[in-house]
């Protein structure tokens, strides 16, 4: 079953990589692949995880 882990590692490398947020990342790669991030499979937890994550990192290493 790898329709939402792929696709779920590249929302996360776009966020990491961009600055995207969840919403655009999901839209980006619907426009691309239309079957992703549907109800059944929804990765969408794990990407709020990981741009949460960063914010929070980004906002540290400002404070430095």
Same mark, same amino acid.
């Given at each position: 079953?790898?329709?939402?882990?792929?696709? &779920?590692?590249?929302? &996360?490398?776009?966020?990491?990589?961009?600055?995207?947020?969840?919403?655009?990342?999901?839209?980006? #790669?619907?426009?691309?692949?239309?079957?992703?991030?549907?109800? #059944?499979?929804?990765?969408?937890?794990?990407?709020?995880?990981?741009?949460?994550?960063?914010?929070?990192?980004?906002?540290?290493?400002?404070?430095?």
């Amino acid at each position: 079953w790898g329709l939402m882990r792929s696709p &779920c590692v590249i929302g &996360c490398y776009l966020i990491y990589k961009y600055k995207m947020d969840v919403d655009s990342v999901i839209q980006f #790669i619907q426009s691309k692949k239309n079957f992703a991030f549907t109800q #059944i499979y929804n990765f969408r937890e794990l990407l709020d995880y990981v741009y949460n994550y960063y914010q929070k990192k980004n906002k540290n290493l400002l404070k430095s």
